[in-house]
């Protein structure tokens, strides 16, 4: 079955620990990208990549660290949270450098205390 | 800049009337257009995309969006609404300048609510 999947789905964590949120899909897909979605704000787009080793500032990058190593994998790394990046976080694949439909994964709610 | 507005936030409609939600755009170039739903608690769903070609699209679940290039505009449509079909929805735009190729704005949603 084609998908995204990210994990973990829930995440309730303390200000300035580390954290990673996997992202994966098996669609062979060249584009990966991560959201964040806020409410009033709507979905804001925080890295992208069109393809391995390649990747990009979206909106909102501040705070925030990605890589893309593997065509498959795309993982989001916050080094030092903080309460403002509590939100819930989307990961989302497509071909065609974004012109092609993206699939999105089921979303990570993130909780910084 | 490029950018995405949604100048609704809600949008109220009663079961197997005519529906609208409203997008208008702003982008250097040639735009790419997308609208996107999503249901509660689930991540965002494709519906539909305008790249080029016809300025009427049409795609998922009966949705249709009408492309308008002198009004920069991209409404959704449906012709007759389903109580299944209340849902966020949003409108995005991908960037198709050299620096920033690749980067999409999302419209910050309108909730379709249909009433039975």
């Known amino acids: 079955e084609a998908q995204v999947t990210q994990n973990p789905r829930y995440l309730i964590t303390v200000t300035g620990k580390k954290l990673t949120v996997t992202c994966s899909q098996n669609?062979?897909?060249?584009?990966m990208s991560w959201y964040r979605q806020d409410p009033g704000l709507g979905l804001r787009q925080i890295y992208y990549s069109m393809n391995v080793e390649v990747t990009d500032k979206g909106d909102v990058p501040e705070g925030y660290k990605v890589s893309r190593k593997e065509k498959r994998n795309f993982p989001l790394i916050l080094e030092s949270p903080s309460p403002n990046q509590t939100s819930l976080y989307f990961c989302?694949?497509?071909?065609?450098?974004?012109?092609?439909?993206?699939?999105f994964g089921p979303g990570t709610r993130l909780t910084v205390t | 800049a490029q950018s995405v507005a949604q100048p609704e936030d809600q949008v109220n409609v009663a079961e197997g009337n005519p529906l609208t939600v409203k997008c208008t755009y702003s982008?250097?170039?040639?735009?790419?257009l997308f609208w996107y739903v999503q249901y509660p608690n689930r991540g965002l769903q494709f519906l539909l995309k305008?790249?080029?070609?016809?300025?009427l699209v049409k795609g998922s679940y009966g949705f249709e969006a009408e492309f308008n290039k002198s009004q920069t505009s991209f409404h959704l449509k449906k012709p007759s609404a389903l109580v299944s079909d209340s849902a966020l929805y949003f409108c995005?735009?991908?960037?198709?300048?050299?620096?920033?190729?690749?980067?999409?704005?999302f419209g910050r949603g309108t909730q379709l609510t249909v009433w039975p």
């Open positions: 995005a735009v991908r960037d198709n300048r050299g620096s920033t190729l690749g980067r999409l704005y």
């Open positions: 989302a694949s497509s071909l065609r450098g974004g012109l092609g439909e993206q699939y």
């Open positions: 305008y790249i080029t070609g016809d300025n």
């Open positions: 982008v250097s170039g040639n735009p790419y």
């Open positions: 669609m062979n897909h060249e584009y």
